[in-house]
């Protein structure tokens, strides 16, 4: 069965204070919680939002892996996306540096090339590394209400 992909996939996230230190987001009806890190504060009881940003990137590497692998029939035992990164001060404050993305696969003798190949591909196609490549403008918009 061929899969039709559509041409717009729109997205709606919610995200509350949880009155401590982090938020729970939720979209779909799925809920994940996050904190600050105790370095800027928080409690650290959960993945920071850089860490959910990089394991965002490292699963939609791993899902594009996935759909060259199966287009290209390779028969894989084993598939494992590691990212690293530092948030470091800067004169324009902090930001992520440094990402180095590891995707780890295990295949037979036989299609190591393919292998390599599939790789390349999702490295090329993973849609959130072709966001970020280019310029994103996000409207921030503030509410205020009294209480």
Request: charged share 25%; hydrophobic share 35%; proline share 4%.
């Amino acid at each position: 069965m061929e899969i039709k992909n559509p041409d717009v996939v729109s997205y709606s996230v919610k995200a509350d204070w949880d009155e401590q230190s982090g938020a729970e987001i939720t979209s779909r009806g799925i809920t994940i919680r996050v904190d600050l890190p105790p370095e800027f504060g928080g409690l650290g009881q959960r993945l920071t939002p850089d860490e959910l940003f990089l394991g965002a990137i490292s699963g939609c590497l791993m899902i594009t892996f996935l759909h060259f692998r199966r287009i290209n029939k390779l028969k894989l035992r084993l598939l494992q996306c590691t990212i690293t990164s530092k948030r470091m001060q800067t004169e324009k404050g902090y930001r992520l540096q440094n990402v180095q993305a590891t995707v780890r696969i295990r295949v037979d003798k036989n299609q190591v090339e393919l292998g390599k190949k599939c790789i390349e591909l999702a490295r090329d196609y993973c849609p959130l590394l072709a966001d970020l490549r280019s310029p994103i403008h996000i409207d921030v918009q503030g509410q205020v209400e009294e209480a």
